[in-house]
């Protein structure tokens, strides 16, 4: 056994002595988003890693967008877990979303730990070439 061991094993110890005192406390992380605006909408890159599309929640409600998401970080078939900064993460975030946008017509895309959110705008919020004629 080495000193690494040592340490992870008394770490094991403490989080085992403070889950029998009380529960867990969970952390919840904010994750890193991009945002990109055009003429048609906007559209959203969220990084959530680990999380997959069982364990996402995407809500639009009274003008607001809400996403909830769970990562488990599975520990392989013998092998025991020696050192874990976050063993579970949960992520949250929220955005006001203008009366502009439709939240009808979202689109979403989870591949490889990023969310892509398409929101379009109202047709009647997009703007228009007006042809302007002569007499």
Do not use: C
Request: charged residues 30%; negative net charge.
């Amino acid at each position: 056994m080495n000193d690494r061991t040592q340490v992870a094993e008394r770490d094991q110890q403490a989080v085992a002595r403070r889950e029998g005192d009380q529960p867990a406390r969970r952390m919840t992380l904010t994750p890193a988003v991009d945002v990109f605006e055009d003429s048609q909408g906007i559209t959203l890159w969220a990084d959530l890693p680990g999380v997959t599309k069982d364990k996402l929640d995407v809500k639009v409600h009274d003008g607001n967008l809400y996403i909830e998401a769970e990562a488990v970080v599975p520990t392989p078939a013998g092998l025991r877990l020696q050192h874990a900064e976050i063993r579970e993460s949960r992520f949250a975030r929220a955005f006001s979303l203008s009366p502009d946008f439709d939240t009808s017509k979202i689109d979403a895309n989870l591949q490889d730990g990023v969310l892509k959110l398409t929101i379009p705008r109202r047709d009647e919020a997009r703007p228009r070439r007006i042809e302007v004629q002569t007499n």
